[in-house]
């Protein structure tokens, strides 16, 4: 059974609130802001023009199993030069992408390497584990990976948490004798974003006002987050397909849906607004045959497997109550009448 919020990290990692430069720069300094359906015009014209005037490496890093992202490489053709054999141009391979965002419709583009060979695409609101490099039109870098860093997507620029989404994660990793882990099957590319994606009129050292940002970048692991702890995915909270992405707030109590425990503003907390069944074994293998076990209907789904201290393997099946069957579940609900459920004991 393929039940899609099941991601487990065998190899886990302490999950960072930290935006894909944070990091590397605390220098910020707002100016004030251009119109945004303006600078989107101009910023994509200079895109077009980048992409019309770079090539990369295609045949060779098209060719590799498991490519990553020194593997691509990223030319200017100068004036007067011919286009080297075995490479491609890049607007002739990215895909164009549009995306709303402030109510501006903003044009955005990827080169997908490699899609990624893990079964895991994730959700804007994820953290992911990604390694990456930043580099403005020039070809200057202004910030890459040292190591492989997790970042919340709900922290980072507006462009990640399009992108990455459209790629899967690794499908497998080897824990190396130096202490370093390889992954294997990752999802590989490069983004080119417009500066309203990034970020638009604010400076950062190294990044000017109004820039453009390119990412070549691995995706190498991905978790479902619930930001509020209510048991339901933070993605489930909110929509993507709305042009403020995060910022749902049903009952409009200035806490935004996945940040709000009681999302409908009803006074009953949406963890209680839900039916949750509990699952474990002390095994990774014994839990996943009972979860396989289990015929998931249309309004539930798995939470992640997490391991108590005893070292016991743990999920819980959540199922969306719908009481008055209006198709909005109880914890959207304002007009519901809702139900307290409780979770079963543990299952062994």
């Known amino acids: 059974m393929n039940y899609k919020y099941n991601i487990l990290f065998i190899f886990s990692f302490i999950l960072m609130v930290a935006s894909c430069e944070k990091d590397d720069d605390t220098t910020s300094i707002q100016v004030p802001e251009n119109d945004r359906t303006e600078q989107q015009a101009i910023d994509n014209d200079s895109l077009i023009v980048y992409l019309n005037t770079h090539y990369y490496n295609s045949s060779l890093v098209n060719s590799l199993e498991n ?49 990624g060979d893990g079964e895991y695409s994730p ?31 709900t922290s980072t620029i507006q462009g990640w948490n399009r992108v990455f989404p459209q790629f899967n994660v690794s499908n497998s990793f080897t824990s190396n004798v130096d202490g370093t882990v390889s992954f294997e099957g990752s999802g590989m590319g490069a ?26 970048f691995e995706l190498l692991q991905a978790e479902s987050r619930d930001h509020d702890l209510d048991n339901i995915p933070s993605h489930m909270e909110i929509s993507q397909s709305n042009d403020s992405d995060l910022l749902i707030d049903t009952d409009e109590d ?7 425990s009681d ?28 979860l396989d076990a289990v015929e998931l209907m249309s309004n539930q789904f798995i939470s992640p497997i997490s391991t108590l201290p005893d070292g016991t393997f743990t999920a819980n099946i959540i199922t969306l109550v719908d009481d008055n069957g209006n198709g909005i579940p109880n914890y959207l609900d304002v007009t519901e009448s809702c139900l307290l459920y409780t979770s079963p004991s543990p299952r062994d």
């Open 263 to 290: 999302d409908d503003g009803d006074g009953t907390a949406t963890a209680s607004e839900i039916k949750i069944d509990t699952y474990s074994d002390m095994t990774l293998e014994g839990l996943q045959t009972i």
């Open 67 to 115: 490519p990553t992202m020194e593997d691509l490489i990223i030319s200017e053709l100068l004036d007067g030069e011919t286009l080297p054999t075995n490479t491609s141009l890049l607007i002739n391979d990215v895909q164009t992408m549009i995306t709303t965002y402030l109510e501006v419709e903003y044009v955005y583009y990827i080169l997908k390497i490699k899609q």
């Open 254 to 260: 200035l806490f935004l849906n996945f940040l709000d």
């Open 191 to 216: 983004m080119f974003l417009p500066s309203g994606l990034s970020y638009f009129s604010t400076y950062k050292s190294g990044i000017p006002t109004y820039s453009n940002l390119m990412y070549k």
């Open 123 to 153: 959700n804007f609101t994820d953290a992911i584990r990604v390694s990456y490099n930043g580099f403005l039109s020039d070809g200057t870098v202004f910030a890459q990976s040292a190591f492989q860093q997790p970042i919340e997507l």
